[in-house]
């Protein structure tokens, strides 16, 4: 059984409408024709004369003669097509509808097909929004897109699911949007979707899926397709796949989030929150799966360690600033500014043009040679090998020195590379002294002085063995 509505041509609103039950096929006119009113208050203020309509809350229908409305009694011959507020094409498309619901339209078979009491929905394509009875506002183009919508009695809305499969299992949420061929699908079709061999034996990757989620984004094939968390965005083939309840991430990139796995080696997210991997399969280690505030930029870029921002591999090469000024061409244009501190690993690295080292401290001297009762403080900065210090030796009564040796600076010396002068603040007199490394720590040999009630300052630098 079908009805073609047609229009005559684009500017004119009148049309032909023609019913086939399968062996006959007749031009419909007007008593053929009901409009679907809720009472008889909405009777149409500008009738014509033959025009019919169905009053919903008498089950009547009701004829126009020029003058009045007449009931039918249901004793006339039923209209063959009812105009609703809702339009659907294809078999069984919106065929539960009920109620004075409207604003729907499905196209395609099955389209919309348990719609009860849901408006303002579009569907388009076979199965799309096959489930929904209540959930409203929401867009489904594709085969089986948005599928199960509704499927639990909630009442979904305002989500976007374009592609086949899009959204294929989401029962409720609200605000979620999927582009692609199953985009943030959830499915649990265990015997097609089971993937990956995470705990030694075949895994359903579905076992704790949920069929919820709100204000999330997937663009592309399988994006965030096992998500039930909120505020998620995913764009690229398979970005946040096997992502599962985590939430407020970002992914962008294909396989990004997503490097490989699920398995014991793979590098992909879980259930963790609040990540941003940006680039083909930049993703977190295996054992940062479930873990949250992590950052990768860059293809194949990996995070290991939490709240950690990683820039590329661990391979590459990192230039910030445009790449002309890598090489120092010109000193303007390229600066980087910091708004904080700038952490250094303070691990050694081979390279000579390598600065892999920055580091402040106070250390505590002790020392012999020196007589008479003094205060000394030692500070040392090291940038790379270079460790620089200054030692302040503060007399409580007069002192003198021979010999001395200053103890406590924390880097080994690499010998004899390291010089130090040392100056009496009261008399002027000063004196050189030299840096080495002996019998297991780093000794700062200063010589001797004469006997004096001055402030001793001593300062110099050395070069650290590594």
Request: proline content about 2%; overall charge negative.
């Amino acid at each position: 059984m079908s009805t073609n509505i047609n229009l005559k041509n684009s500017t004119d609103t009148t049309f032909s409408i023609t019913h086939s039950d399968g062996a006959n096929t007749k031009v419909l006119d007007s008593k053929d024709i009901a409009v679907a009113i809720d009472t008889v208050a909405d009777f149409p203020a500008n009738p014509n004369n033959g025009d019919v309509v169905i009053v919903r809350d008498k089950g009547i229908n009701y004829i126009y003669n020029g003058t009045d409305w007449i009931s039918q009694n249901n004793l006339a011959p039923n209209p063959t097509v009812v105009v609703e507020t809702n339009l659907g094409l294809g078999k069984n498309a919106l065929s539960s509808i009920s109620g004075s619901v409207g604003l729907n339209t499905a196209v395609g078979y099955n389209c919309a097909s348990k719609v009860t009491i849901g408006g303002n929905n579009t569907s388009y394509g076979a199965n799309a929004h096959f489930q929904n009875k209540e959930g409203n506002n929401s867009v489904a183009v594709g085969e089986n897109a948005h599928r199960n919508m509704g499927v639990d009695n909630s009442a979904p809305a305002y989500n976007t699911a374009i592609g086949m499969g899009a959204m294929y299992v989401k029962a409720d949420g609200i605000c979620n949007t999927a582009v692609g061929a199953d985009a943030f699908a959830s499915f649990k079709d265990n015997a097609d979707r089971e993937i990956g061999d995470v705990t030694g034996v075949y895994h359903d990757w579905n076992s704790n899926i949920n069929t919820g989620g709100s204000y999330n984004t997937a663009i592309g094939q399988n994006s965030i397709t096992y998500s039930s968390g909120d505020n998620n965005s995913a764009v690229g083939c398979s970005s946040g796949v096997y992502a599962t309840t985590g939430d407020n991430n970002t992914i962008v990139g294909a396989l990004a989030g997503a490097a490989s796995g699920p398995s014991v080696s793979g590098n992909f997210l879980e259930t963790g929150s609040n990540n941003t991997f940006i680039g083909y399969k930049a993703s977190p280690s295996y054992a940062l799966r479930n873990s949250n505030y992590m950052t990768a930029i860059g293809s194949d870029s990996l995070v290991e360690s939490v709240a950690t921002i990683v820039l590329g591999r661990s391979t590459d090469v990192t230039v910030i600033g445009k790449t002309s000024r890598a090489n120092n061409t010109t000193t303007t244009g390229a600066n980087l500014q910091l708004n904080g501190g700038l952490l250094l690993g303070n691990t050694n690295q081979t390279g000579t043009n390598v600065l892999d080292w920055y580091e402040e401290n106070t250390f505590t001297v002790t020392q012999t040679g020196i007589t008479g009762t003094v205060t000394m403080v030692g500070k040392a900065t090291r940038i790379g090998r270079q460790c620089f210090f200054n030692i302040s030796i503060v007399p409580s009564t007069t002192h003198s020195g021979s010999g001395v040796v200053l103890n406590g600076i924390t880097w080994e010396a690499f010998t004899p590379f390291g010089v130090c002068m040392w100056s009496n603040t009261s008399t002027g007199a000063s004196g050189i002294g030299n840096v080495q490394y002996y019998n297991g720590s780093t000794k700062i040999y200063i010589g001797s002085y004469a006997n004096t009630g001055g402030q001793i300052l001593v300062s110099g630098s050395y070069i650290a063995v590594a």
